[in-house]
């Protein structure tokens, strides 16, 4: 099947910092990506959907100027957590969708501190 | 938002069918029923996917209601590898692009 690969796999960054999460579709282009968090023993929460070339699409009350995505090309999404504080704390996870399909990354865990 | 409804928790025989039923009363027409499943820290694993009839793969069979109401996620051996939370969706098609929003999912325990 498709893969999508996250990097990195986990990462621990201070208080105030910037961090940021490459999703890259590895076999196949994706023109919609979506960007998840999940909270301990909670569900996967949409955040938002990344469109390349465009603006991404944020759900209802996910903060655009903290959570900044960059679709840039057909295989790479990032998201940049900014000035991260512990609350921020969370696994995120993307996903792409080719055909019907949706392939998940196998996620990043953000621990700020 | 999610429009599905699941139970939290399920415990299953080794070797036996684990049968995971998933409520999705306000689906619409055109849009499909996934299932995916979640162990521990990972990303989520497609299971199967279906819009009005039945369908079985390798892994699953997904049993469809008429009226599509429902649905329910069948593994028919269930092996201790299977405990994980199993997640049924409803594929939500925007503009925007197809979305998949994920249920509270069922925690699925496989017992020896």
């Known amino acids: 099947g498709a893969v999508v690969s996250q990097h990195p796999s986990w990462v621990i960054c201070k208080s105030g910092t910037s961090v940021k999460i490459e999703c890259r579709s590895l076999d196949f282009q994706a023109t919609t990506m979506f960007w998840y968090r999940q909270f301990p023993k909670q569900s996967l929460m949409l955040m938002a959907t990344s469109n390349e070339g465009s603006k991404a699409t944020y759900e209802q009350g996910v903060e655009k100027d903290k959570f900044l995505i960059n679709h840039a090309s057909l295989t790479l999404s990032t998201l940049t957590v900014t000035s991260a504080h512990p609350e921020d704390s969370s696994f995120y996870i993307c996903?792409?969708?080719?055909?019907?399909?949706?392939?998940f990354g196998q996620g990043t865990r953000l621990t700020v501190v | 938002d999610a429009k599905t409804t699941q139970p939290t928790s399920m415990d299953c025989a080794e070797g036996r069918a684990a049968n995971l039923p998933c409520n999705h009363s306000?689906?619409?027409?055109?849009?499909?029923v996934y299932w995916y499943r979640q162990i521990h820290s990972q990303g989520p694993q497609y299971i199967i996917h279906?819009?009005?009839n039945n369908e079985t793969n390798e892994m699953a069979s997904l049993i469809i209601t008429e009226d599509r109401k429902s649905s329910t996620l069948i593994l028919p051996h269930a092996t201790l590898r299977d405990t994980a939370v199993y997640y049924c969706?409803?594929?939500?098609?925007?503009?925007?692009?197809?979305?998949?929003?994920f249920g509270t999912g069922t925690s699925l325990t496989v017992i020896p």
């Open positions: 306000t689906i619409s027409g055109n849009e499909y």
């Open positions: 996903s792409a969708v080719r055909e019907t399909e949706a392939f």
């Open positions: 969706i409803v594929r939500v098609d925007n503009p925007t692009g197809n979305q998949f929003y």
């Open positions: 279906g819009l009005k």
